[in-house]
């Protein structure tokens, strides 16, 4: 048991350092290596793994709504970039450009993507004519490349793994439909599969993507108070198209502009994961996303049998869950808070007692119950457990949200607040990027989202007292 402690003992107390509390996390659960190259990351297998189920579970969403995966190039000429003059601006200072092709200069600097917007319209200026070629729905599974200043795993790095999903059609409702539709998927995947609480609203315009008419947003707390941007979608209009000259016959037999949407989530999801059910163990992973759902440990595998048992089990279990074994020589305590560490929903043990009694015990990662379970209930009882972990994280970590909510009238009860706490504000706003940007510099929050089921607090702007126009989401944000 020395070992087992030792174990936990490396990882750093979240209430003393969360940020070394997460560095903790992400390198020893073995989710994410330092690369060679500062800001960048290795994902290893068991990151990977979670990335992979996030992906399954969003691309099998997006096959349902008849949308269809297509792989655009990594570079992109500046002369195409520079087309969309506001798009171009709010990427420039992280844009890396390639300027050699082996010894030789290149005739025109070649941008690695930082998004794929500009490759996007290009193409389909190309194969877009009439309205029966529309609506285009495409989605890109890639990475992409931004040259951050300050950078953290998963949450910010240089380069990172999306998907961006592009579309066109031929009326503006059309489009903002769509809009809406993908960021509620969104929502969906992140509260039904990550267990992860989110509020869904727009943007304001100094928070919007560069070169949108409108950005919606799912925005989720951390455990730390903090906000995480978790997934965006963009309305673009027809400014792209008018920019890139996408253009399509109506039924009249007219030439109009396409109206355009984007939309994305990343592997910055992971880090959500870890700061928002995360412990001081680790890792603590809801059983639909868990690349193992169930781990096996047998004890006292010297003992006649208990290795073979475990085998058994593990075969008729795999029919119902993810399912893995650990057969190797190390103690059972060490094996106990490696897959602590690394939030496996639900640990099986398994010995020669519980053999002769025909028994199993399930032990809980969310809660550490400790269950006896008869070996004949186990394909009835595992799946129920599993159902009530993933609920319950839901629902804990709605309850430490809304703990996490206020109310502020004034900008002095915002700055009150967010000086002594940490978490979401919600107050009113008058709609001016003055009172906006004073609230940043006073409160030290940014706008979050103007919420679509916002409620009306006050008839008066917090910062400037006059008419309020909108209810917004504050915070301090990753």
Not at 49 to 66: H, R, V
Not at 288 to 302: D, S
Not at 330 to 358: A, C, H, T
Not at 419 to 439: I, P, R, Y
Request: proline residues 4%; aromatic residues 8%; contains cysteine.
């Amino acid at each position: 048991m020395e070992k087992n402690k030792k174990l936990v003992e490396q990882i750093t107390s979240m209430e003393v350092d969360f940020a070394q509390w997460y560095t903790d996390v992400v390198k020893k659960a073995e989710l994410a290596d330092y690369a060679s190259v500062r800001g960048c990351m290795v994902i290893r297998p068991y990151g990977y793994a979670i990335w992979e189920n996030i992906q399954k579970n969003l691309d099998d969403a997006f096959k349902a709504t008849g949308h269809e995966n297509v792989y655009m190039p990594m570079l992109i000429p500046e002369s195409l970039l520079q087309k969309e003059k506001d798009h171009v601006a709010g990427f420039a200072p992280e844009v890396a450009w390639v300027t050699h092709g082996g010894d030789e200069k290149l005739a025109e600097r070649l941008c690695i993507r930082p998004t794929s917007e500009t490759l996007f319209c290009e193409h389909f200026a190309h194969i877009v004519e009439s309205y029966k070629d529309l609506p285009k729905l495409y989605n890109h599974w890639c990475s992409v490349v931004r040259w951050e200043k300050t950078t953290r795993p998963f949450l910010r790095s240089l380069e990172f793994l999306w998907q961006e999903g592009h579309t066109v059609h031929a009326t503006a409702q059309e489009a903002i439909d769509e809009t809406i539709q993908m960021l509620n998927i969104y929502a969906d995947i992140c509260e039904n599969v990550l267990a992860i609480p989110v509020v869904k609203g727009r943007k304001t315009d100094k928070e919007k993507f560069s070169g949108a008419e409108a950005t919606y947003t799912i925005e989720s707390l951390m455990h730390d108070g903090k906000a995480l941007q978790c997934g965006t979608s963009h309305y673009f209009g027809d400014g792209f198209a008018k920019a890139f000259g996408i253009q399509f016959t109506n039924k009249e037999g007219k030439l109009q502009y396409v109206h355009e949407t984007s939309w994305g989530i990343t592997t910055r999801l992971i880090g959500a994961l870890i700061m928002v059910h995360g412990d001081d163990n680790g890792l603590v992973l809801p059983p639909r996303i868990a690349p193992t759902q169930l781990m096996i440990v047998p004890v006292a595998m010297h003992k006649a049998g208990v290795i073979e048992k475990a085998m058994e089990l593990k075969e008729k279990l795999a029919k119902i869950v993810r399912v893995k074994i650990d057969i190797s020589d190390k103690m059972p305590g060490w094996k106990f808070s490696e897959y602590e560490m690394k939030g496996v929903p639900l640990r099986l043990e398994i010995g020669p007692k519980d053999i002769e009694q025909n028994q199993v015990v399930l032990v809980r990662r969310d809660t550490r119950e400790k269950m006896f379970v008869s070996i004949d209930e186990l394909e009835t009882k595992i799946p129920e457990v599993l159902e009530d972990i993933q609920k319950s994280l839901l629902v804990r970590a709605r309850v430490a949200q809304q703990e996490k909510t206020y109310e502020a009238q004034s900008l002095d009860e915002m700055k009150e607040i967010l000086d002594s706490k940490t978490g979401f504000v919600k107050a009113m706003w008058c709609g001016s990027l003055e009172c906006e940007e004073k609230v940043k510099e006073v409160a030290g929050a940014s706008s979050r989202c103007i919420p679509f089921d916002g409620d009306v607090t006050s008839k008066t702007c917090a910062c400037c007292g006059k008419e309020a126009k909108h209810f917004v989401y504050w915070g301090k944000a990753y």
